[in-house]
């Protein structure tokens, strides 16, 4: 009996402390709850911070890339004119205004990783600020900051540092939901529909592929007139800007559709879907560790508790037109992909990067619905969400960039040192030449060179897309690019190196069929440098 009231005594004791530190996390809760709320714009500030910071870095460090070398070499073009010669090749899919403004950075900022990239790292920062304004309007400004953070663990959150037109698209579509918000309050509506019709044509200004934004709005347009049982003829007008920019670009478009035909991102229906894996991917380890602090909130903080004294009150009910607004983001991929089937022949999941915006609205909506307004749950997700940018999407990063650039280096230094200088060095995968194009030693710049050739390029990876493009790019970019049957009859014998499995590689594959034959030299991981003999004399086609 006495063990029995022993063990009984300890488990009172156990619930009663069981229940006081419940007591104590609620209390912590209100308390966090409450200077989040009220420290919110400090905790935009302060993340704002670290995102400049962390990007800043990272783009000086970080490699250009094959498409970002296309900007470089298109936005350095000093006149106007000659940029307008060069976009009417069709070989570049990049508006005239992307180039003009990402001219100007690096003329203020230098030719360099930093001032290539400066627009794209504002424009990220500047959309997910509307993102923070627009959902602090409908909820609190800590869900705000939810939505202002959510971006950045997510595969968009790449683009912020890449000399592209994504996240001017990006930020396009930002600006235009908060301009269309207040002008659908009559709040300062002038300058509102000026801002919507301003931000449309921005977005249309940096990516073509903007034209699908129509969807998004004009669902929640029509919500919106549904609710209000009229129309808002301004509002539609300030749509209609979207096409401008679209408009006066037709004689760039149309040479590019003929590019398009063989082009490297072939439309599937499959891909509209994969966006949202894809894009929503690297934000797994949040959502993961935020799953669990919901369940916890849940489970330990009672009905009672989420009622409390400390319950805010909503900024604003949750409209259909909101709920259409995001739903409307979602369904971008899969009209893109329509049209990518029917007219453009081209898709890819970063053309329409700005549908992320549809799963952050969700996110933030539902969550303020299913926690009944309680803070903590987004105050959890932004503590969570920030430790993955600035550790995981920031620092971490930052140090593999790093090391990708010393490899490169040592790569090219070790190429240089290894080849016999009186043979030239044919690149076979053309994001390796371009690469190697920028950052290898003038004396290796002399030596590369790529060997183009659309036909057989269509033959062996089924597109043209560089080969055709380099033809016509070539008086600006100024890259040692040669056609494929000239360069075999000026050299009996030369280098060749190149990574076999590259998805864009196909020279290695022409010569074999050719009847060259190659010695292998030096294997660098997947790349191999390759001495290519003549077939021959009576095998020799060229």
């Excluded at 063990?7 to 966090?32: K, N, Q, Y």
Aim: proline fraction near 5%; glycine fraction near 6%.
């Amino acid at each position: 009996m006495a063990s029995q009231f022993q063990v009984d005594v300890t488990g009172a004791r156990a619930a009663a402390e069981i229940h006081r530190t419940l007591a104590r996390l609620r209390t912590a809760s209100e308390r966090a709850e409450m200077l989040g709320e009220r420290y919110a714009v400090h905790a935009l500030a302060f993340f704002s911070l670290i995102y400049f910071a962390l990007s800043f870095i990272h783009a000086r460090i970080r490699l250009l890339w094959h498409d970002e070398l296309y900007t470089l070499y298109l936005s350095r073009i000093p006149s106007a004119s000659e940029l307008y010669k060069a976009l009417l090749t069709g070989a570049d899919q990049h508006p005239f205004a992307f180039y003009r403004v990402t001219h100007y950075s690096m003329a203020a900022l230098g030719q360099n990783e930093l001032g290539l990239r400066f627009p794209s790292i504002v424009f990220f920062w500047a959309a997910c600020a509307c993102l923070f304004v627009f959902v602090s309007r409908r909820t609190s400004r800590i869900y705000g900051l939810m939505a202002f953070l959510f971006p950045m663990v997510t595969l968009a959150g790449a683009y912020a540092i890449e000399a592209r037109g994504y996240a001017g698209l990006l930020f396009g579509a930002a600006l235009a939901m908060v301009c269309w918000d207040a002008g659908a309050r009559g709040k300062r509506r002038k300058a509102a529909l000026a801002g919507l019709a301003f931000s449309m044509a921005l977005a249309s200004a940096f990516h073509y592929y903007a034209v699908f934004l129509i969807v998004p709005f004009a669902a929640a347009e029509l919500a919106r007139s549904l609710r209000a049982r009229t129309l808002d003829p301004p509002v539609w007008a300030a749509f209609a800007f979207l096409y401008a920019p679209v408009l006066l670009a037709y004689p760039f478009i149309r040479p590019m559709r003929a590019m398009s035909s063989h082009f490297w991102a072939a439309p599937g229906w499959s891909e509209a879907l994969d966006f949202f894996t894809v894009t929503l991917g690297p934000s797994l380890p949040s959502l993961v560790a935020f799953a669990l602090a919901i369940a916890f909130l849940l489970l330990f903080l009672p009905a009672g508790a989420r009622s409390g004294a400390t319950r805010p009150a909503r900024a604003e009910s949750l409209a259909a037109e909101d709920v259409a607004l995001a739903l409307g983001f979602c369904a971008i991929p899969f009209a893109a992909m329509l049209a990518a089937k029917l007219v453009t022949h081209a898709f890819y999941f970063r053309y329409v990067i700005e549908a992320v915006l549809g799963p952050v609205l969700l996110a933030c909506i539902l969550l303020y619905r299913l926690m009944d307004g309680r803070r903590a749950a987004a105050a959890a997700f932004v503590l969570i969400a920030g430790a993955q940018f600035a550790f995981g999407s920031g620092i971490q990063a930052i140090l593999q960039d790093r090391a990708t650039r010393r490899g490169l280096t040592a790569e090219a230094a070790h190429l240089a040192s290894l080849t016999p200088a009186d043979l030239p060095i044919a690149i076979g995968d053309p994001r390796t030449f371009m690469q190697l194009g920028y950052y290898a030693s003038p004396r290796l710049k002399r030596r590369i060179t790529y060997l183009s050739d659309p036909g057989r390029s269509l033959k062996y990876v089924d597109f043209d897309t560089f080969d055709a493009g380099m033809d016509k790019l070539r008086p600006w970019f100024q890259l040692n690019v040669v056609e494929y049957a000239a360069f075999l009859r000026r050299y009996n014998r030369f280098l060749v190196y190149t990574e076999p499995q590259a998805a864009w590689g196909w020279s290695l594959l022409a010569l074999l069929d050719d009847g060259y034959h190659p010695v292998i030299l030096w294997q660098n991981g997947s790349r191999i440098l390759m001495r290519i003999d003549p077939p021959p004399a009576s095998a020799r086609s060229f």
